[in-house]
Antibody, heavy 118, light 107 residues
Framework: EVQLVESGGGLVQPGGSLRLSCAAS????????MSWVRQAPGKGLEWVSV????????YYADSVKGRFTISRDNSKNTLYLQMNSLRAEDTAVYYC???????????WGQGTLVTVSS | EIVLTQSPATLSLSPGERATLSCRAS??????LAWYQQKPGQAPRLLIY???KRATGIPARFSGSGSGTDFTLTISSLEPEDFAVYYC?????????FGGGTKVEIK
């Protein structure tokens, strides 16, 4: 059974940093691309970043480019999102999602809430 | 950036009725479009990928159609568990984008 479990969310002040983790199990982690997708309170889904199976390919939404860094440790079956220079508009539930063969997401974690506020 | 426009924003229907949801892309995405269902407090669930292929375990009452810029998700006969928000997503171009969602509510 595929499982994705996010952690690392919480309350952070504007300008602060946070690192999210997503522990994966139930599939060959290194074979699949992974993504972070966020959802602001009461709003729709917003794609944030993706990373290829080997970690050598990454893409970012313009809204987070230069501030967020996606990475993965295939030996630990874990996906990360390092978030720096956080803004109020980054407040959201952050989901990690498993890529299918390409950038369609067939499994999702339950999400971790990030709140940026003073 | 490819903008996906979903309509209607809200669809009020009764169980057993047919639901037709629309997703229109600002430029062609070929068949690289997916549909997700999200219930309150839950993560999204993949329903349809590549415009018309049902994901694993998805009931046959869900079907997708379209290509290019116009896509449709059809639920042939609404079950109580189908009342939720539905999102489309394109993977044709970077950045990946989602539509704004259609809420299917009980009439």
């Amino acid at each position: 059974e595929v499982q994705l479990v996010e952690s690392g969310g919480g309350l952070v002040q504007p300008g602060g940093s946070l690192r999210l983790s997503c522990a994966a199990s139930g599939f060959t982690f290194s074979t699949y691309g992974m993504s972070w997708v966020r959802q602001a309170p009461g709003k729709g889904l917003e794609w944030v970043s993706v990373i290829g199976g080997s970690g050598s390919t990454t893409y970012y939404a313009d809204s987070v480019k230069g501030r967020f860094t996606i990475s993965r440790d295939n030996s630990k079956n874990t996906l990360y999102l390092q978030m720096n220079s956080l803004r109020a508009e980054d407040t959201a539930v952050y989901y990690c999602a498993k890529g299918q063969t390409t950038w369609t997401f067939d499994y999702w974690g339950q999400g971790t809430l990030v709140t940026v506020s003073s | 950036e490819i903008v996906l426009t979903q309509s209607p924003a809200t669809l009020s229907l009764s169980p057993g009725e047919r639901a037709t949801l629309s997703c229109r892309a600002s430029q062609s995405v070929s068949s690289f479009l997916a549909w997700y269902q999200q219930k309150p407090g839950q993560a999204p669930r993949l329903l349809i990928y590549d415009a018309s292929k049902r994901a694993t375990g998805i009931p046959a009452r869900f079907s997708g159609s379209g290509s290019g810029t116009d896509f449709t998700l059809t639920i042939s006969s609404l079950e109580p568990e189908d009342f939720a928000v539905y999102y489309c997503q394109q993977r044709s171009n970077w950045p990946l984008t989602f539509g704004g969602g259609t809420k299917v509510e009980i009439k």
